[in-house]
C-alpha cells in the first residue's frame, strides 16, 4: 500500500507543478480555473492531432494531467478541422465554458503551449506542430535551433576550449 500511495504523491506533486507554473504564467490565483483553463487547450490540442499523435505527446505529461488530457476522448472523432488560429481558439473557448469566459482564450494557449514545451521533449514538439496549420503551430513558443546547429556550436566551442587548454598546459610545462 505505501508504494501505491507514493506513486499517486508523486503524480499529484508532479501535476500540482504544472498547475502551479500555468497559474503564476497567467497570474491566476484561481486553482481551479486554472485548471479549467489547462483542460480547454489540451483537449483541443488533443482533438486536432491525429489519434497517435495525440497518443504520443501524453507519454510525456504527468499521470494526472494525462488522465484529464484524455477524460471524454473519442478518437474516432478526431482530428477535427480547426485551420486556422481562430478557428483553433474557437475550440478552446467551448470547452472554456460560461465559468471562463472572459479569458483571453490566445493568451491561455500561448501560456499552456510554452508549458508543454518547457516540458516535453523537443523532438516531440516538434511532432506535434507539423501536425498542426502553420497557424496553429504559431501559438507555439518559438523552436529551438535544429539539433545539427547546436551540436555543430557546441563542437566548435568545445573545440576552441580543447585547444585553449592545450596552449596553456603546453606554456607552463616549458
Do not use: C
Not at 516535453?120 to 501536425?131: A, H, Y
Amino acid at each position: 500500500m505505501t508504494s501505491l500511495m507514493h506513486i499517486w504523491d508523486k503524480a499529484q506533486f508532479k501535476s500540482n507543478l504544472w498547475i502551479s507554473k500555468l497559474s503564476d504564467e497567467l497570474g491566476w490565483a484561481n486553482a481551479p480555473l486554472t485548471l479549467l483553463g489547462l483542460r480547454a487547450v489540451l483537449h483541443a490540442l488533443r482533438d486536432r492531432l491525429p489519434p497517435d499523435e495525440a497518443v504520443e505527446l501524453s507519454a510525456q505529461m504527468p499521470l494526472i494531467i494525462k488522465g484529464v488530457y484524455f477524460d471524454g476522448w473519442d478518437p474516432s472523432a478526431t482530428p477535427v478541422k480547426a485551420r486556422t488560429k481562430e478557428e483553433f481558439l474557437g475550440l478552446v473557448r467551448i470547452r472554456l465554458q460560461r465559468a471562463a469566459r472572459d479569458v483571453d482564450a490566445e493568451r491561455l494557449t500561448r501560456a499552456v503551449f510554452r508549458l508543454i514545451a518547457d516540458r516535453v521533449s523537443e523532438g516531440e514538439i516538434r511532432d506535434v506542430r507539423g501536425m498542426l496549420p502553420s497557424e496553429v503551430a504559431e501559438l507555439w513558443p518559438a523552436a529551438a535551433p535544429p539539433a545539427a546547429e547546436v551540436e555543430k556550436t557546441d563542437i566548435t566551442f568545445l573545440d576552441s576550449s580543447a585547444a585553449s587548454v592545450s596552449d596553456t598546459m603546453q606554456a607552463g610545462v616549458r
